[in-house]
Every structure is written in C-alpha cells, then in structure tokens.
T-cell receptor, first 115, second 112 residues
Framework: DAGVIQSPRHEVTEMGQEVTLRCKPI?????LFWYRQTMMRGLELLIY????????DSGMPEDRFSAKMPNASFSTLKIQPSEPRDSAVYFC?????????????FGPGTRLTVL | KQEVTQIPAALSVPEGENLVLNCSFT??????LQWFRQDPGKGLTSLLL?????REQTSGRLNASLDKSSGRSTLYIAASQPGDSATYLC???????????FGTGTRLTVIP
C-alpha cells in the first residue's frame, strides 16, 4: 500500500484565497484524522471521521475551516478565506479502527504558507 | 482544557547512553497516553500506548511509564543510537473530550 497520500505537498497562497488540501487514506481504514502543526501551538487534532461521518470537529479553529469526506477514499480540508496565521503543516492520518487511539498512519503533510 | 508539557524541548546525548524524556499533563482524567516519534518533514509514528489502568509499557529498547495521579509519563530509551534522533511527542486521550492533546515535543539528537 502507498500509505496515506496528501496533496499538494507544498502550497503558497495569498491572504484571502481559498485553499483546499486533499487526503487519500489507506485502503480499508475506517477513520480519518486532520491535524495542524505549528511551532507555537504544536500538533492539534482538527477533526476526525469514522466511516466517512464527522465525529468531532471541536478542534476546527473557526468557521473558515471545513472538512468533508464524500467517500471512504477521499477527504478535503478547505480554508476560505485563508489568513497568514493559517500557515502550518497540515497532516492527514488514517486508522483501521474507530477509536482515537487505534494506531494511526500519518501522511507526509502539506506545508501551507499564506502570505 | 488539558495542557500537555514536555521538558526539555531539546536533548543531545552521546551514542550508547540511556535517557529519559518527560511528559506532564494537567488533567488526570485520561483514557490513555501515547508516545510518538516524528522524523524531520514526516508525520508521526506511534511508539507506545499506555492505558490509564497500566503503569508501563515496553517495546524493545523503549519503556514508557505512567503515573496518572501525578500527571506524569516518562519515555525511557536504553542504549541510544543515532537512528533514535527525532522529535518525540506524547499525547493524551482525555475522558469525554473526543480529542487528543499533544505535547510540543522533545527533539532528541544522539551523537555518534
């Protein structure tokens, strides 16, 4: 298996633009997680899905952020409009089980820079 | 809100030394605690998970302990190797929170 695939790997955009990050989980996995990592705040869980259904989005920073999982093999994290403080590395992870602490497999991340 | 702290932020040791990484958390109402490893430019790899009812877990040269009442966990690495160089993060699964709370990590460098 190719592991968790994220695209793009790097994104540079201007403030106010819409940004869409994409994730393909490992085939057969039932849970998908979106994380954000910054120097100031460390790693934060934004939202996670079980069987394509959002379970908890309390980590989503504000309404500018939205995530979807239209099917078992694809998820998006959208920021609209983007702001410089959104600059971070965004990780997607997937796991076979439904619990938060089932072994998660992380993608390589998307480094987002908002100018 | 749960706060997870890791001290020190960075640590350098010569190869072969045993070392201890520390993790503390403010709310002891947790399901479990995990230790992860993150290599530069990569995602996280799970190392060990300790349930709240357990005191320690071992995997190879790694041993993690948990003292829930005092809000502390340690990760002991025996006979360190240059390949152990990475950032180590702990994360707490808090009761009723549906969230994982991560520490900011300790960046370990093992010098050959």
């Amino acid at each position: 298996d190719a592991g968790v695939i994220q695209s793009p790997r790097h994104e540079v955009t201007e403030m106010g633009q819409e940004v869409t990050l994409r994730c393909k989980p490992i085939s057969g996995h039932n849970s998908l997680f979106w994380y954000r990592q910054t120097m100031m705040r460390g790693l934060e869980l934004l939202i996670y899905f079980n069987n394509n259904v959002p379970i908890d989005d309390s980590g989503m920073p504000e309404d500018r952020f939205s995530a979807k999982m239209p099917n078992a093999s694809f998820s998006t994290l959208k920021i609209q409009p983007s702001e410089p403080r959104d600059s971070a590395v965004y990780f997607c992870a997937s796991s076979r089980g439904l619990a938060l602490t089932d072994t998660q497999y992380f993608g390589p991340g998307t480094r987002l820079t908002v100018l | 809100k749960q706060e997870v702290t890791q001290i020190p932020a960075a640590l350098s040791v010569p190869e072969g030394e045993n070392l201890v990484l520390n993790c503390s958390f403010t709310d002891s109402a947790i399901y479990n605690l995990q230790w992860f490893r993150q290599d530069p430019g990569k995602g996280l790899t799970s190392l060990l998970l300790i349930q709240s009812s357990q005191r320690e877990q071992t995997s190879g040269r790694l041993n993690a302990s948990l003292d829930k009442s005092s809000g502390r966990s340690t990760l002991y690495i025996a006979a360190s190797q240059p390949g152990d160089s990475a950032t180590y993060l702990c994360a707490v699964d808090q009761t009723g929170a549906n969230n994982l709370f991560f520490g900011t990590g300790t960046r370990l460098t093992v010098i050959p």
